[in-house]
């Protein structure tokens, strides 16, 4: 599965936008990407994921770019409730295993 | 639906003592996974299942055994406890196929080993 690279922190202000990047350079054609968060001490939350196409769903955005070398998912409008760590996850669908990183700590500021 | 439960909440252990830490999901998903995350760290998967009575090894699976005799339960053994063992443990459970990689994840189990 494809290497992930995350900036290790991010500050947001509440009720504008947070855009957190995710590297996948070596992202091959089969490997799509997710997106988890964790909130202090409690259980990672599925958010969204995609391969090609940009995704919406109630939480976030996720623009993949033209050459899927990198996404960026975007919560439209951060709330106090959204910090946490963020995690970008390149999968195939050749292997059932998660492999999180150190992910993005996002700090959404009032 | 309760979604993923995991017992006891909290655990401290000493070196040498077993124990087991109980997950359990009432959304009839097929497969199910244990998760270790250390400070500051991300998760590390230990073992997982595709259904009752498969398991399979993980990133990290020494010094733990699994079983999966039902589609509901997925107990994590310890046998012999190690400091190496201090830990946050999740358990996750996904539909499977195309749906493995949404995970529904327990609120965990903090166990420490002195």
């Known amino acids: 599965d494809a290497k992930t690279t995350q900036p290790p922190s991010m500050d947001c202000a509440e009720g504008r936008a947070a855009n957190l990047p995710c590297n996948h350079s070596?992202?091959?054609?089969?490997?799509?990407v997710y997106w988890y968060r964790q909130i202090h001490s409690q259980g990672p939350q599925y958010i969204i994921h995609?391969?090609?196409n940009n995704e919406t769903n109630e939480m976030a955005s996720l623009i993949i770019t033209e050459d899927r070398k990198s996404s960026t998912l975007i919560l439209p409008h951060a709330t106090l409730r959204d910090t946490a760590v963020y995690y970008c996850?390149?999968?195939?669908?050749?292997?059932?295993?998660?492999?999180f990183g150190t992910g993005t700590l996002l700090a959404v500021q009032p | 639906n309760a979604g993923v439960t995991q017992t006891p909440k909290f655990r401290i252990l000493k070196i040498g003592q077993s124990m087991t830490l109980q997950c359990a999901q009432d959304?009839?998903?097929?497969?199910m996974y244990w998760y270790r995350q250390d400070p500051g760290m991300g998760l590390k998967l230990i073992y997982y299942?595709?259904?009752?009575?498969?398991?399979d090894k993980g990133e990290v699976p020494n010094g733990y055994n699994v079983s999966r005799s039902t589609t509901e339960d997925f107990p994590l053994r310890l046998e012999l406890a190690a400091p190496s063992q201090t830990s946050v443990y999740f358990c996750?459970?996904?539909?499977?196929?195309?749906?493995?990689?949404?995970?529904?994840f327990g609120p965990g189990t903090r166990l420490t080993v002195t």
């Open positions: 996750a459970s996904s539909w499977g196929g195309a749906h493995s990689y949404e995970q529904y």
């Open positions: 070596t992202i091959s054609g089969n490997e799509y």
């Open positions: 995609g391969l090609k």
């Open positions: 996850i390149v999968i195939s669908g050749a292997t059932n295993k998660l492999i």
């Open positions: 959304m009839n998903h097929n497969y």
């Open positions: 299942s595709v259904g009752a009575g498969i398991t």
